[in-house]
């Protein structure tokens, strides 16, 4: 459960002032202000990581100034922000080469990269997909509820799978992880009856899950996996049957114009 905020307080950004909550974070903050901060591992509604490190500004007080990641900083009274300089801009460029040397063939990657002046890293190109970014893991866990995914290992072993690297997963099939992936290494394909879901990496699948697909009794659509429905219908107390008709079709079907 979220800290309640405090009081209300001032702060500036880029030497506005600007009315907020003692406590709120500062990152959402600033994209209310339409002022663009790049980041790679925030989404709204799921917790924040600061993985990415993208979203760096500088917090300034008197005499005392820090580069900090505003997805995890709760602002307070007087505290200054800059998030258009040069020391920001040096840390940004830093992470983004670190990354573009691991992931030197992702489009995203690449656009962000040049976007500060980097055209080729400094350091050992690598041939990775994932960004270890955790927004599957993280989907997974607070909104899906299944936990299928895990973050594994620390520093440069660190790598996103299954938990415990194991062969056995609770992956339901239901694709969010594909969704929320920004560097879309997480791919998913409906085929034949089947949907298949992978996580791609130096072009090499891994950890590859199939699930059989329902589709509309009527007019043959596909709903989704079927081990996804049975899974809804457990935790809701929904019939599975419901699940027997598409969107388009229930909606027929409530104008008298389909038969049940």
């Known amino acids: 459960m979220e800290e309640p905020l405090g009081k209300e307080i001032t702060i500036y950004v880029n030497g506005k002032e600007v009315k907020t909550r003692d406590g709120a974070i500062l990152l959402p903050i600033l994209k209310d202000l339409g002022i663009k901060v790049p980041t790679l591992c925030f989404l709204e509604g799921v917790s924040a990581a600061g993985a990415c490190r993208l979203c760096v500004v500088e917090a300034k007080y008197k005499n005392w100034s820090r580069v900090v990641i505003s997805c995890l900083y709760p602002v307070w009274d007087g505290v200054q922000i800059e998030t258009d300089n040069e020391r920001v801009h040096a840390v940004r460029r830093f992470v983004l080469e670190t990354l573009l040397a691991r992931c030197p063939n992702v489009p995203l ?5 040049s976007e500060y002046g980097i055209k080729k890293p400094r350091f050992k190109l690598e041939n990775h997909e994932c960004i270890l970014c955790s927004l599957c893991v993280r989907v997974c866990a607070e909104v ?15 790598v996103c799978g299954t938990p415990y690297l194991g062969g056995e997963s609770t992956c339901i099939g239901c694709g969010a992880c594909v969704y929320v992936c920004p560097t879309e290494c997480i791919k998913m394909e409906d085929k034949d009856g089947f949907r298949t879901i992978w996580h791609e990496e130096a072009g090499v699948k891994t950890s590859v899950r199939r699930f059989e697909l329902k589709t509309c009794k009527v007019c043959g659509a596909v709903i989704g996996p079927k081990y996804q429905i049975e899974y809804i219908s457990k935790k809701t107390g929904v019939p599975v049957d419901y699940y027997d008709l598409c969107k388009t079709c229930k909606a027929l079907q409530a104008k008298g114009l389909l038969s049940a």
């Open 109 to 113: 990657i690449q656009r962000l990269a």
């Open 144 to 158: 899906v509820g299944v936990y299928a995914l895990s973050m594994q290992g620390r520093g440069a072993e660190k």
